[in-house]
T-cell receptor, first 113, second 115 residues
């Protein structure tokens, strides 16, 4: 199916554990993004990628790691999860940075206990 | 640096009445502006975008927005609200050539529609 998918959709983990959120897109978009959504903050950019093997920090990168070995995949890893990382995470993709629309995945709701 | 302010965190309207969601932006360059909608437990979907063409932009589901450079505003309107319009709405700014292309999101406006 064409589009952008995220997995898992829901995840509960314990403090200190490593967690990886997956994102996959089928459009061959160059740009991919990871956001977190928290009440009162809107969406905040964690990391973005302009192409395979090219990634850069966004507004709130601390505690997260990304990689992009293939154009279609952009996993986000929480190396040692903390309660402050409880959030809804959205992946997005786009043909450009800022000029064209972003296409968003359905989100992953992560709870860190 | 670019920024975006959504002036209302919540807007409540009755079905069939007009909708106005306000967005002001700050940008030193020619911005691209977007409105996205997020229905409960869903991802974001583009409503409309402005990228230096016509200042009045028409989007999906009867929404439109007007780019007013002198007022640095990009307010979203709809003549008649429908129950299905109840959602969270985000205004997004991205600077053009010379500035930061990284999209900046507003904090969102929750639209409540009463029967």
């Amino acid at each position: 199916d064409a589009g952008i998918t995220q997995s898992p959709r829901y995840k509960i983990t314990e403090t200190g554990r490593q967690v990886t959120l997956m994102c996959h897109q089928t459009w061959s978009h160059s740009y991919m993004f990871w956001y977190r959504q928290d009440l009162g903050h809107g969406l905040r950019l964690i990391y973005y990628s302009a192409a395979a093997d090219i990634t850069d920090k966004g507004e709130v990168p601390d505690g997260y790691v990304v990689s992009r070995s293939k154009t279609e995949n952009f996993p986000l890893t929480l190396e040692s999860a903390t309660r402050s990382q409880t959030s809804v995470y959205f992946c997005a993709s786009s043909d450009s940075m800022g000029y064209y629309e972003q296409y968003f995945g359905p989100g992953t709701r992560l709870t860190v206990t | 640096a670019q920024s975006v302010t959504q002036l209302d965190s919540h807007v409540s309207v009755s079905e069939g009445t007009p909708v106005l969601l306000r967005c002001n932006y700050s940008s030193s360059y020619s911005p691209s502006l977007f409105w996205y909608v997020q229905h409960p437990n869903k991802g974001l979907q583009l409503l409309l975008k402005y990228t230096s063409a016509a200042t009045l932009v028409k989007g999906i589901n009867g929404f439109e927005a007007e780019f007013k450079k002198s007022e640095t505003s990009f307010h979203l309107t709809k003549p008649s609200a429908h129950m299905s319009d109840a959602a969270e709405y985000f205004c997004v700014v991205s600077e053009g050539s010379g500035g930061s292309y990284i999209p900046t999101f507003g904090r969102g406006t929750s639209l409540i529609v009463h029967p």
